[in-house]
């Protein structure tokens, strides 16, 4: 069965921070990726997913995500955090071919002004 | 962007009563709905999958007669939790695809069980 493991729980950064979110999955077949995030009192958004082409994605808010396959990992990284960043982060995937997905355990994204 | 709605947004109810929960996609039509569970302060664990017009898939673990999942129309999924009991207060979740793999999630009902 696929699982995802996202390594972090809660993060603290100041501001400016550079921000790295690491996500690994177990699965040998080929895979969709996503990251989506919650912000208090809010519905998860998407803010970036990868299907096939260049591993690098970009997303929504400056975030970026790089797929590498050979350690089945696809990291979600931010140079600059803000505050308005604060929020629950969680990586999935899922194997192509089905639309269910598979969640990691969330990062806690804190950002101090 | 597609919009899912759900209904109610939080719902108290005592012990040993049911509770209907309602998801709707607004804008697009979905053959398929997923269900999670969000306990505070974890990820999301999926439930079930509602197909429209055949039954639900549960996912391993899932009691079905417990989860009544109702898939009635192609942009209505309700999730019905029979004789619920404290240990089901959770945040429930569901979500819609629109093609092929993007999903979108409703905003989520917490309910609490007295």
Known sequence: AQSVSQHNHHVIL????SLELGCNYSYGGTVNLFWYVQ?????LQLLLKYFSGDPLVKGIKGFEAEFIKSKFSFNLRKPSVQWSDTAEYFCAVNDQGAQK???????RLTINP | GAVVSQHPSWVICKSGTSVKIECRSLDFQATTMFWYRQFPKQSLMLMATSNEGSKATYEQGVEKDKFLINHASLTLSTLTVTSAHPEDSSFYICSAPNW???QYFGPGTRLTVT
């Not at chain 1, 100041?14 to 921070?17: H, L, M, T």
């Not at chain 1, 912000?39 to 519905?43: K, L």
């Open chain 1, 14 to 17: 100041s501001e400016a921070a």
């Open chain 2, 100 to 102: 092929p793999y993007e």
């Open chain 1, 101 to 107: 997905l598979v969640f990691g355990q969330g990062t």
């Open chain 1, 39 to 43: 912000y208090p009192g809010q519905h």
